[in-house]
């Protein structure tokens, strides 16, 4: 003990009466100290690890809180869709009713006009415009899963054509569109309404993956 005071830089004689001074524990008392201690120790463990649990399944549940209320949101949204595309269904399929009235009615003036009319090449173009809407509103109506299938022979690359026309003005100016058609094609049994909107999603798509522009190349073969 006197080395250590020496060591620590302490008087050593004021250390030995210091030393002498420490009341003298017997055993017994000293071992029920230790218990005690040892009781309090484990309680302050059991308190902390309590402390922890606890903070644990308040963060476990603020998290479940948190997925459960974007989920929620996920439903809410899904659920605007689901309206959104009731709303489009019911407009697409009066509009085609309308479209049918003035297609017929076009087929009647064209039987009745005459070869050498002038007006027959604008009647054809309204036809063909007509048509077109008449193909919108079946995209429409496959949206809202209200166009029943309608399976024809088609030829792809006239079908291609038809929606580049169309997509070019979707895509925007920043990118080139360059369609290669497919030679000796068999023909295909689809719904063209299905296979008009393949090809838009895909257009869309490659749009948005080309921010800074790009060539979106469209390429039908065997």
């Known amino acids: 003990m006197l080395e ?27 071992e029920k100290v230790t218990e005690a201690l040892f009781l309090v120790a484990n309680e302050l463990s059991l308190r902390a690890y309590q402390n922890v649990q606890q903070a644990r399944f308040i963060a476990e ?12 949101m996920q439903l809410r949204q899904a659920q605007k869709m689901e309206a959104v595309g009731q709303l489009a269904g019911g ?6 009713n309308l479209l049918q009235i003035i297609l017929g009615n076009m087929e009647l003036m064209s039987e009745e006009m005459p070869e050498d009319s002038p007006c027959r090449e604008p009647l054809r173009d309204s ?3 007509a048509e077109r809407a008449v193909s919108l509103t079946r995209q429409l109506l496959a949206f ?10 088609l030829d792809l690359n006239a079908v291609i054509s ?12 920043h990118i080139e569109l360059s369609i290669i058609p497919g030679h000796s094609l068999a023909t295909v049994r689809v719904d063209r ?29 065997r």
């Open 144 to 153: 809202s899963r209200r166009q029943v299938l309608d399976p024809k022979p």
């Open 61 to 72: 549940r603020e998290q479940a809180a948190q997925e459960h209320e974007r989920l929620e």
């Open 193 to 221: 309404a299905q296979i008009e909107q393949v090809l838009i999603n895909l257009c869309v798509n490659a749009r948005d993956a080309m921010p800074n522009g790009g060539v979106l190349r469209i390429e039908a073969r």
């Open 162 to 173: 038809d929606v580049m026309k169309m997509i070019q003005r979707v895509l925007g100016e």
């Open 4 to 30: 250590y005071a020496k060591e620590i830089g302490a008087d050593q004689e004021e250390f030995r009466k210091a030393l002498v001074e420490v009341p003298v524990m017997a055993r017994e008392q000293f």
């Open 127 to 129: 036809q063909a415009a």
């Open 91 to 96: 407009i697409a399929h009066d509009f085609n």
